[in-house]
Structures are given as structure tokens and as C-alpha cells.
């Protein structure tokens, strides 16, 4: 808990906006053999931070590959989003769309302007015990918590994107190392240490 009070003073300083509250609920729905040969993935999100909860459909597409992915040290895939109505689960449940899992998703994001519009999300991922229970979500993974960098690119200038990315990442170096899904990077040597001192100073970093 110590490490993610002191990534959040750190956040705040390189950010320099004020962090938004995070509490959604994901919902995979995957579609049924009926709606075509090519199986299809889409995640319903909930905001249940908002006074009245909004909905949004998200579609993520497979990553970028080949010698120009490997090169670069964040992962670029194709996204769709699309705001929607809080009747859209039953939309897609009736167009034969079933549910493979649910998450809540609770913590805090940063959405702040550099070169390019980068967003910072930590949070606890929690599983329900029961369907749609989200008052009765527990962890996941009692004590870890993700953090994710993204950024909106285009064809066009997705390198600029990749460069602003990871120059912010590396600004976080002391306290965890970033990377994409699937590898390991093992504990930071440096954590300990950088949170303490964040702990104490109260943070005052700047980017």
C-alpha cells in the first residue's frame, strides 16, 4: 500500500492535473458460433463513479507484429469505443452475444496533455462471487495492482506516441518498470527506497 500512496504523489507531480476516482465494471462478452466462423470479443464497460452510471462498448483488436513490434517497447493494437445505452447488454446478450467473465476494476487515473494525450490508470482488479455482485467483488490478486500507460494514436504518428509513452514511463523507473503484457520485469531494487522518500518529501517532482 505504501508503494501505491507513493506512485500516486509521484503521478501527481509529472501529471500535473488532479487524479480522477476509478470504479468499473467490465463485462467480456464473447459471440456465439451462430454470428459467424471468426469468433469475436467485445468488453462492456460500466462507470460506476458517475452519478449515473455510464456504459461504453469497447473492442480491442490483435497487436502489432512483425520486426517493427519487437522493436518498440509498448504494445500497439487497434481500438474501438463507442458510448452507449444501459440497456446495450441486453442489446448484445439478444444479437447472441454470451458473458465469459466479469471484473471490477477500482483505483485511480491520471488523463493529462503532453505532446500527446496520455492516460495513467492504477487500480485492484476484483472478481464477483456472485453475477453482476460488484458491492461483493474481492481481489483478484490481494495486493498487487495494475498499472497501465495508454495513449490514442493514428497510422500516422504512432511512433510520436511510442516516443512520448515511453520517455514518460522511464520517469517511474524508480518505483516500477513498465512493459508489455506478458513479460516480466521482477521487482525494482529501487522501490523500496523511492517510496520512502516520497512518503517523506511528499513528492514536488515535476516533468
Not at 20 to 36: D, V
Not at 143 to 150: D, F, S
Request: glycine share 8%; proline share 5%; aromatic share 4%.
Amino acid at each position: 500500500m505504501k508503494h501505491v500512496e507513493a506512485l500516486e504523489i509521484l503521478l501527481q507531480g509529472l501529471c500535473g492535473v488532479k487524479k480522477e476516482r476509478l470504479r468499473i465494471h467490465e463485462l467480456c462478452l464473447k459471440s456465439s458460433p451462430n454470428l459467424g466462423a471468426v469468433p469475436s470479443e467485445l468488453r462492456i464497460l460500466c462507470d460506476l463513479e458517475q452519478p449515473e452510471p455510464t456504459w461504453t462498448v469497447r473492442h480491442v483488436g490483435g497487436s502489432m507484429r512483425g520486426a517493427g513490434a519487437e522493436q518498440i517497447s509498448v504494445l500497439v493494437r487497434p481500438m474501438v469505443e463507442s458510448k452507449a445505452s444501459k440497456n446495450v447488454l441486453r442489446f448484445f446478450y439478444a444479437l447472441g452475444y454470451k458473458l465469459d467473465h466479469e471484473l471490477l476494476r477500482v483505483g485511480f487515473a491520471f488523463h493529462f496533455q503532453r505532446s500527446v494525450q496520455i492516460t495513467v490508470t492504477v487500480s485492484s482488479v476484483n472478481k464477483m462471487l456472485k453475477l453482476h455482485a460488484t458491492d461483493e467483488a474481492v481481489p483478484l490478486t490481494p495486493g498487487m495492482q495494475l498499472v497501465e500507460v495508454t495513449a490514442p494514436a493514428t497510422s500516422e504518428n504512432y511512433n510520436e506516441v511510442v516516443a512520448a509513452v515511453t520517455s514518460f514511463c522511464e520517469h517511474l523507473a524508480p518505483l516500477l518498470h513498465l512493459s508489455k503484457p506478458g513479460i516480466s520485469t521482477g521487482v525494482v531494487p529501487t522501490a523500496a527506497a523511492a517510496a520512502a522518500s516520497l512518503m517523506s518529501d511528499g513528492g514536488g517532482t515535476t516533468l
